[in-house]
Structure formats: C-alpha cells, structure tokens
C-alpha cells in the first residue's frame, strides 16, 4: 500500500523499469526454457499489475472521491486510518501535528499499519481525524428479514451505507425492523421499478428499468459496475423528480461559446461558478449536485423535453465545478429535436472520456466560455513560458493569468488537463493537478450554492412525501 508521494514516485519508477524488462523479454526472449520463461513473464506482469493497483488506489484517495470507507472488521480499522489520512489531503506530517507528536512516529506507526500502537492511540488518530466511526451490531432472528434485504441490495451494487443514507426513510427507527423494510422496498420500488415480491423473494437483482436512459461509456476494470449501473439509475429517478416540479422556463439554448460567454459577462459582470449556475438555470437547466462518491461524474439527461444537469464533484474547488457545468451545458446544446437524452461521464481522468471526440468538443467548448476564444492560445503561452520545464509551469499560469486579466485556477485545470493529454501521446505520465489545485481561489461553496438554488426553484409542495423526502435525502 502506498502512503505517501515519496512511495508513489518510487512506485510510479518501479512500474516504469518492470515494463522495460517486460518488453525486452517479449522481443528478445530469454535463455530459459519455454516453461520457466514463461513463469518469469509472468510473474514480473504479475508484479507490474499489482503495482499499478496501489498507484490507482493511492491517486483515487488523493483525487478526494471517497466520503465513506467501507470496514469490513475491526481488524481492518488500521489501513481504513491511513486511507482516510490521505484521502483528507493529510501528511503524515500533518496527522503528527495534530496528535502533538513527530512525524518520524507517524511513519512507524503507517509502516506497520499501526500493530504497535495501543487502541487509544487508534481512537486519538480517528478524531485527529475527524472521523465517524460505525459499527451496528444486529439479532439475526429479529432482523432477518432486513438483512437479507440489505444483502441483496449490496449484491446489486447498492450496499447498506448508502440505501441508509440515501433511500430509507429516515423518521423509522433503524431498529423498528418490519416498518424499515416495508417503508424502504416502497422506496426502492418508485426509484428501481422492483416490486415487493421481486425484493423480498429468492432471485437476484436486475437494474435496468430505464436502460436507454443510463445507459454510459464502457467502465474502466477497476469500477465497480454494479455500483455504478444501481447509482446511474438512482441518481436519474432524482433527475426526474427534479424535472417535474422545477418551476423555471425552457428557454431557447446557444451553441456558440463565445455567444455564451457574452450573455453571462453583459448580466452578470464576470465568467465564474456563481453567476454561470444562475444563467445555466435561468435558461430552465436545473442544476443538481450529488456527493457521492465513485459511479459517474457528471451527466445531463433530457427528460420530456428539459435538459437536467447532474454535477458529481468531490473537489470543492469552484473552478473544477465551473468547467463541469459548462462541459455538460454544452450536452444539453446537442440533438434540440429529441425529447429524451442522456449524457453519462466517467471520470475527467478516465481514457475512454480523454479520447472521445464529443467529449474533446465538449471540453473545448467550455474551456472557451471561461477563458475566451484565445483559450488554448493562453495555455500555449504557459508551456511556452515554462519552456519544458514542469517545476516552471506554476509561475508561468500565475504570469499568463495576470497578462491577460483571466482566471488563474481556470487557467490552472486547462494547463493540467492539456499536460494529461500530452502524456498519454507521449507514453510518459506527468500529473500535475496537485500544482493546480494549489493555485485555486474560491468564491463560493460550489455544492452548498448549486443545492440552495435548487431547491429555491424546485416547488417541494407539489412533491409526493415520499418524492420530497428522497430529494432532501439526496442533498443530506
């Protein structure tokens, strides 16, 4: 497990070098046998793959993704402290700080994955932290029923933290166990389409009742497909709730970025998250905004004739947030005569959305609302000012941006996401969206703003009761 940047620039190199090796084999072969070349091949892969799997771990921790962290035992508590650690965006330093101890102790402790320090110790680290903790304890003869609807649902991707949080009512008493069950299969029937008989009887659970609508982009390996295909479906019966109690005009849309830029500088002054979501939802775009972790990023559904934009991002830098909305807007700009529309995400990361052409526009389209038609001409000037030189490109956006009077931390993701791109060409990794993030200045709280307006324009008394409670739900 990798637990700080050190181990993932050595990983990172290790990978690197097992590759080299890889590939060497591969041409030139090996004076082995066929049989034991083979197992040699196969072992370095093996190595390799499992390399790379901690590099993906480490880099989804310190993407900022995760809110929960699933424990499966108490045994498990130690590595679920040093995840969240660095999911938090904490050093180990940082973590020594805040316990009043040095930061040399911080690395033992992590090296052994705590086995030498006392359960207080373990308690102290989970509210330096800041952690909650949750462990529920159940009689199997009096919650059967619950549990075996709780695997289920887990089963199909929905596990127990999340059908608590998101879509059991929660006026029942968790341990009120028949009324639970009874009042959450109703809910999971209005979001899913399953009847009583189909979630509490023997066969598995099947999520598709609105294929055509979440229907998404090829997974990576590494998602959970199960989680994403139940949360996709979850999150569009949210959309669709929204849809129909929204109280905004549909107005006429502009595919012309610099046209849309205009519009939101002439009503509002400048091009930021703030004045971009009220002129997205004044257009009758209602806006919503998950936190959730993992499933998609982002998607806009037209549904009876009214685009919905759903932003799903962790980060709660206003800049990301920022080009989020105006990639999905431009979504919404596509295919006016259809009544019905769906646009799924993966992740900003992901290679199958880096190399799509409709995401390559989209993202182009964006990036020309927030920085103006000489967008990617600004962010030549940064690769041109840091001539080749990664540890320059920081001064060399702070320069550019003030050049041109534009912002810095757009400019900033633009320069990371143009790096991004350059190294899958080039076969040679180079991430610099930590330096990005470091250059982010923030008017707003993106996710607290975006659900305000929401439901300021949502009519709540219209909604059924069971309606208004999933999407007050969705927001907690």
Request: glycine content about 4%.
């Amino acid at each position: 497990m990798i637990k700080n940047n050190k181990q993932l620039t050595l990983t990172k190199q290790r990978i690197t070098e097992f590759a080299e090796v890889i590939e060497q084999l591969r041409l030139n072969g090996s004076d082995l046998s066929p049989l034991l070349a083979k197992a040699q091949l196969d072992a370095l892969i093996a190595q390799k793959n499992t390399l790379e799997k901690e590099v993906y771990e480490y880099e989804k921790l310190i993407s900022g993704e995760f809110d929960i962290l699933d424990v499966e035992t108490i045994s498990d508590l130690p590595k679920a402290l040093i995840r969240a650690r660095i999911s938090l965006g904490l050093t180990q330093k940082d973590l020594a700080d805040r316990l009043g101890k040095k930061e040399q102790q911080i690395q033992r402790y992590e090296n052994t994955d705590y086995q030498s320090a006392s359960f207080s110790t373990l308690v102290s680290i989970v509210a330096a932290l800041d952690l909650k903790v949750t462990e529920d304890i159940f009689l199997p003869k009096e919650s059967r029923v619950k549990n075996l609807l709780l695997k289920k649902l887990s089963d199909a991707g929905l596990d127990k933290t999340f059908v608590e949080r998101r879509i059991s009512p929660r006026s029942v008493d968790v341990h009120d166990y028949s009324t639970w069950v009874e009042k959450t299969v109703e809910r999971l029937t209005s979001i899913f389409g399953w009847s009583k008989e189909f979630l509490l009887g023997d066969s598995p659970l099947v999520i598709g009742r609105d294929a055509s609508m979440v229907a998404r982009f090829k997974m990576p390996a590494s998602a959970n497909e199960e989680y994403a295909t139940a949360y996709t479906q979850y999150a569009y019966s949210i959309a669709n709730i929204v849809a129909a109690n929204i109280q905004s005009e549909i107005k006429p849309l502009s595919d012309d970025a610099q046209n849309v830029r205009n519009e939101i500088i002439q009503e509002y002054g400048e091009v930021n998250f703030t004045n971009a979501i009220q002129y997205v939802m004044g257009l009758g775009i209602p806006v919503i905004s998950l936190n959730d972790s993992g499933a998609f990023h982002g998607a806009t559904w037209r549904i009876d004739g009214r685009n919905v934009i759903v932003l799903k991002q962790k980060s709660r830098q206003t800049s990301k947030w920022l080009f989020d909305l105006m990639h999905e807007y431009y979504h919404a700009t596509q295919s006016p005569d259809l009544k019905e529309f769906s646009v799924i995400e993966l992740s900003e990361t992901s290679e199958e959305r880096r190399l799509d052409d409709e995401e390559l526009r989209a993202n182009a389209f964006a990036a020309k609302i927030l920085l103006g038609d000489e967008a990617e001409s600004y962010v030549a000037q940064c690769f041109k000012s840091a001539r080749g030189n990664i540890a320059w490109l920081k001064n060399a956006v702070f320069q550019v941006a003030k050049k041109h009077d534009i912002n810095c931390g757009v400019l900033a993701y633009q320069v990371a996401r143009r790096l991004d791109e350059m190294s899958k060409e080039k076969g040679k990794e180079q991430n610099w969206w930590g330096a990005a993030n470091n250059l982010q200045e923030n008017e707003c709280d993106p996710l607290a703003l975006s659900q305000e307006l929401l439901l300021k324009s949502t009519s709540m008394a219209n909604m059924s009761e069971a309606n208004r409670e999933l999407l007050e739900q969705a927001f907690a």
